[in-house]
Nanobody, 127 residues
Framework: EVQLVESGGGLVQAGGSLRLSCETS????????IGWFRQAPGKEREGVAC????????YYADSVKGRFTISSDNAKNTVYLQMNSLKPEDTAVYYC????????????????????WGQGTQVTVSS
C-alpha cells in the first residue's frame, strides 16, 4: 500500500519556523521526485518545492526561495521541508506528492505527472 504521511504542521507566529516531514512507503523512493505543494482557502494549489531523490537536485517556488529548504533522507524514504521566516501568506494546507518530470510553470515547480499524494498538514502563520 502506497502511503505519504505529512506531519509537523501547526500554528506559528510570523517570522517563526516549522519543519514538515513526509514519510513515504509502498513505492520505490528513488524512482520519483517528491514535492511539497500547498493550497490556501479559495486559492488554487501551488508548488512550493521539489527534490529529485535520485540526484538531490532541489527546486523552489520564487515565493519561498531563500526561506524554505527541502531535503531528503533516502534511507528513511522521508522528505523534509524546513520553513523559516514564515509569513501569513504561507498559511495553507501543505501536501507532499510523488511524481515525475519536474517542470517550471508560473513561478513554481510541478510534476508533469503526479502519482501519489498525502493527506496534508495545516500550517497557520499568525501576524
Amino acid at each position: 500500500e502506497v502511503q505519504l504521511v505529512e506531519s509537523g504542521g501547526g500554528l506559528v507566529q510570523a517570522g517563526g519556523s516549522l519543519r514538515l516531514s513526509c514519510e513515504t512507503s509502498g513505492f520505490t523512493f528513488a524512482d520519483y521526485g517528491i514535492g511539497w505543494f500547498r493550497q490556501a482557502p479559495g486559492k488554487e494549489r501551488e508548488g512550493v518545492a521539489c527534490i529529485s531523490t535520485s540526484d538531490g537536485n532541489t527546486y523552489y517556488a520564487d515565493s519561498v526561495k531563500g526561506r524554505f529548504t527541502i531535503s531528503s533522507d533516502n534511507a528513511k524514504n522521508t522528505v523534509y521541508l524546513q520553513m523559516n521566516s514564515l509569513k501569513p501568506e504561507d498559511t495553507a494546507v501543505y501536501y507532499c506528492a510523488a511524481g515525475t518530470g519536474i517542470t517550471y510553470f508560473n513561478y513554481a515547480y510541478y510534476f508533469t505527472r503526479d502519482y501519489y499524494w498525502g493527506q496534508g498538514t495545516q500550517v497557520t502563520v499568525s501576524s
